[in-house]
């Protein structure tokens, strides 16, 4: 495994979850200590809630952080799969973050308007220029089995678009339409947090990391290698495959 990349592995998805949030509240103090605010986008799926419920525990300036999205599903916020709905319930709502704080992706339109909508929101917010990228202070992500991050998966034409922030998607997993970052956002991102979990995980990680580097068979692959950014937290099972978790 390159030695540019900063892989860490604990000995179960507690404890890479655990790890991962102490990374989370390190690099929102520093955003915070710098301008007076951070941002943070965060993504859905299994594996975060343990995160999130860790995150929501911490003492700390929540009023300070603006809450953004990487990908949601194509529903309504209250509904089971909604991405927001997950972090509502474990860390928004826990942690009394304010409204005017919570940029969420708003599911229950029309993809495409949910998609535009978004990347206007994002736009007002960072104040970017035509053709500029918003920064993020940190993007927390994950992996799928077959190498998808965000909702980007292998195949997917829009993985070589670099222009755009947002846009709607059909993906081969239920809900299949979602509205997703672009790699762009992605890219520009100061940190991000690859939290990835899980036996069924390991064969995709290991051709992410160690493989050629091909974003169209593993999206994964996208602001994560060789860059210095990206920080990975793994649990033993997911890392099994992996020169450095093999003992």
Known sequence: ??????????????????????YVIDKLEDAISCRGYATLALSGGSSPR?????????????DRVRFFWVDERAVPPADPQ????????????????????????QGELMPEAAARAYADEIRAFFGTEPGQMP???????????????????????????????????????GPHDRITLLPGPLLHARHAAMLVTGADKAEALRAALEGPFEPL?????????????????LDRAAARLLDEGAE
């Open 1 to 22: 495994m390159s030695d540019a990349l900063d892989c860490r592995v604990f000995p179960d998805a507690s404890a890479a979850a655990a790890a991962c949030a102490a």
């Open 50 to 62: 343990l995160m999130l419920e860790t995150l929501a525990a911490a003492r700390f300036a929540w």
């Open 82 to 105: 909604s991405n927001y709905r997950l972090a509502a319930e474990t860390l928004l709502l826990p942690a009394a973050v304010p409204q005017k704080n919570i940029h969420r992706i």
């Open 135 to 173: 920064q993020f202070d940190l993007m927390h992500r994950g992996m799928g089995a077959e190498g998808h991050t965000a909702s980007l998966f292998p195949g997917e034409p829009l993985i070589e678009d670099r222009e755009g922030i947002a846009a709607a998607v059909r993906v081969p997993a």
């Open 217 to 233: 068979r593993f999206p994964v692959q996208l602001g994560t290698r060789n860059n210095g950014f990206a920080t990975w937290f």
